[in-house]
């Protein structure tokens, strides 16, 4: 069972350049979210989606795009990068749906390393 | 709006000696906590979570954690320290669909 996968681990980009994170989950869980997580600030939430066809800014969604493309699947989208979004990219589902008490079980992928020169 | 302060960055323990790693809160509404830990070059792992039963909540790998509403902590203790347990370890705060993680608590074992 893969649970969480996301592709690349790693990935070095020059400033300006795009790239996409991918993720896919085999739990069916209804919701999907991309957090970075950056020394000494803990993991802070991009952007998430609650259910296909949905998707919610976070905390910190400047910079990013994202796109629910079936239940399985959540990709995070840089259209031009820069230095400040050199970080670790994290994927996580959960069974919550909207309307529901979120109970808070994540399951992780094992992140994405991003460096932007 | 809900937070959350870990208040050590950084703790270290000597292997068999207890741990004890602080989280503090603050939020709008009833909440659930959760405690997560990250292994080097890994993803994060629920450890435990309160979701307003028990105040005294067991998780796994021998790790608890008491929530006290009058305090506003959920400190995670563990009896006896492993060298498997140096790792990362995040403290959440969640009020119904946000989710707010801490800035993380290093812990280190020493042999």
């Known amino acids: 069972n893969a649970g969480v996968t996301q592709t690349p681990k790693f990935q070095v980009l020059k400033t300006g350049q795009s790239m996409t994170l991918q993720c896919a989950q085999d739990m069916n869980h209804n919701s999907m979210y991309w957090y970075r997580q950056d020394p000494g600030m803990g993991l802070r939430l991009i952007y ?19 796109s629910r493309l079936n239940k399985r699947e959540f990709s995070l989208r840089l259209e031009s990068a820069a230095p400040s979004q050199t970080s670790v990219y994290f994927c996580a589902s959960s069974p919550w749906s909207r309307g529901e008490s979120n109970t808070g079980e994540l399951f992780f992928g094992e992140g994405s390393r991003l460096t932007v020169l | 709006a809900q937070s959350v302060t870990q208040l050590d960055s950084h703790v270290s323990v000597s292997e068999g000696t207890p ?92 042999p």
């Open chain 1, 48 to 66: 998430y989606s609650a259910s296909e066809g949905t998707t919610d800014k976070g905390e910190v969604p400047n910079g990013y795009n994202v």
């Open chain 2, 19 to 110: 741990v004890l790693l602080r989280c503090n809160y603050s939020s709008s509404y009833s909440p659930s906590l959760f405690w997560y830990v990250q292994h080097p070059n890994k993803g994060l792992q629920l450890l435990l979570k309160y979701t307003s039963a028990a105040t005294l909540v067991k998780g796994i790998n021998g790790f608890e954690a008491e929530f006290k509403k009058s305090e506003t902590s959920f400190h995670l203790t563990k009896p006896s320290a492993h060298m498997s347990d140096a790792a990362e370890y995040f403290c959440v705060v969640s009020d119904y669909s946000n989710m707010r993680f801490g800035a993380g608590t290093r812990l280190t074992v020493k």
